[in-house]
């Protein structure tokens, strides 16, 4: 099990709340055999790994815009509402690039190819993705120098030889890119286990913004194994809402119960 702090946007993520974190996982019993350094510290590995994909002569300079691209005559629009890069920056000249660059950096992107790209998910089955016509040539730096989502998981996971991923349902349809980028490194993949959302009640996305399930005031209102049980019997691993330990879970958890439908979750003592 290896820690990683993904703090790419430096402006958001701070040292302090990546030591919250920790101390958050560490209340609930979830520990860590390795941590691995932060993202914020790795710009360096990342640009060798840009450097190899730019080789290829793959990697291209974009100066589009959100605007430009919600602007673009009939655009074709991805399933979660974003509109697919049409491909307009890569059919500059040189010389266009040049001026271009001189004016300000552009956005990396990734050229993709018009095939489907697919794997065996451990929980939702086969899925696949044709890369060229739902999703785009794909960002890899951003034009301040943020690196990318996409780039930096695939480069940090190929450095600390991870073997297995287990994340939410929404990043599904990010996995056929960063399995493209594997091939591209000549990397062997990890097996990929998604699993599906907690929602409110209501059926709501929960989000950070709104400050859902903020852990600060959960640890003043519950403990650990009490959260633990709500979460375990959410997850179908036991059969009623018991308090419990991590360790205790690790010795009865089955994947086969994780189901594939997003579970609204109640917390002990609210009213269902």
């Not at 097996?191 to 640890?219: C, I, N, Q």
Request: one cysteine or more; glycine letters at 8%.
């Amino acid at each position: 099990m290896l820690l990683r702090i993904e703090d790419l946007d430096t402006l958001r993520c701070t040292v302090e709340s990546a030591d919250l974190l920790k101390e958050d996982l560490q209340w609930l019993g979830l520990d860590w055999d390795r941590e691995m350094p932060p993202q914020r510290s790795r710009s360096a590995y990342y640009e060798e790994i840009l450097a190899k994909l730019s080789e290829r002569g793959e990697v291209f300079p974009c100066w589009c815009t959100r605007g430009d691209l919600k602007n673009a005559a009939n655009a074709p629009h991805a399933s979660d509402g974003h509109p697919i890069y049409p491909g307009t920056c890569r059919a500059l000249s040189p010389q266009e690039r040049a001026i271009r660059l001189r004016k300000r950096p552009g956005i990396m992107r990734l050229a993709v190819p018009d095939e489907v790209i697919g794997f065996e998910d451990g929980n939702y089955g086969r899925y696949e993705e044709n890369l060229q016509t739902e999703c785009g040539a794909f960002i890899l730096r951003r034009a301040d120098g943020v690196f990318a989502y996409q780039l930096a998981v695939v480069a940090d996971d190929i450095d600390g030889g991870v073997t297995e991923v287990v994340r939410g349902r929404d990043l599904l349809d990010s996995t056929p890119r960063q399995l493209y980028l594997y091939r591209l490194l000549g990397a062997e993949p990890p097996r990929y286990f998604h699993v599906p959302l907690l929602t409110a009640p209501d059926g709501r996305r929960l989000s950070k913004r709104d400050e859902d399930l903020d852990v600060g005031l959960l640890r003043q209102r519950y403990r650990p194994e009490e959260l633990l049980g709500a979460l375990a019997f959410a997850a179908g691993q036991l059969e009623r809402p018991e308090p419990v330990s991590a360790a205790e879970l690790v010795k009865i958890f089955d994947r086969s119960r994780v189901g594939q439908a997003d579970i609204a979750i109640r917390l002990p003592g609210e009213e269902a």
